[in-house]
Nanobody, 127 residues
Framework: QVHLVESGGGLVQAGGSLRLSCTMSGRTSGTFAMSWFRQAPGKEREFVAVYYWSTGNTFRANSVKDRFTISRDGAENTMYLQMNNLKPEDTAVYYC????????????????????WGQGTQVTVSS
């Protein structure tokens, strides 16, 4: 089992920044990819970014790739999402998730392909 805990969400004005954290514990040695997804009220869960644990490669959704950066602190088993120039449409609950099976970016962007999920952290961007 893998346990994921997100933190860092909050209320910010448009144009502001937030940094989300996701700390992983438990049987983490088999982790292949760690991702951020988000879900706004009434909408489907949406892929944001993925970090491939062993290679350090990343992939971000087009809607965020110029504003969000995904990174990792390997020593702490923690993944970060630095979010800059936030927009009201970024308002959502942000979830981290891990996947053990190797895959490409297409598979990694599908929420149904993940093994473990955190409880989510709310991000609200006011206009």
């Amino acid at each position: 089992q893998v346990h994921l805990v997100e933190s860092g969400g909050g209320l910010v004005q448009a144009g502001g920044s937030l940094r989300l954290s996701c700390t992983m514990s438990g049987r983490t040695s088999g982790t292949f990819a760690m991702s951020w997804f988000r879900q706004a009220p009434g909408k489907e869960r949406e892929f944001v970014a993925v970090y491939y644990w062993s290679t350090g490669n990343t992939f971000r959704a087009n809607s965020v790739k110029d504003r969000f950066t995904i990174s990792r602190d390997g020593a702490e088993n923690t993944m970060y999402l630095q979010m800059n120039n936030l927009k009201p449409e970024d308002t959502a609950v942000y979830y981290c998730a891990t996947r053990n099976t190797p895959s490409d970016d297409f598979i990694a962007s599908r929420s149904d392909k993940y093994d473990y999920w955190g409880q989510g952290t709310q991000v609200t961007v006011s206009s």
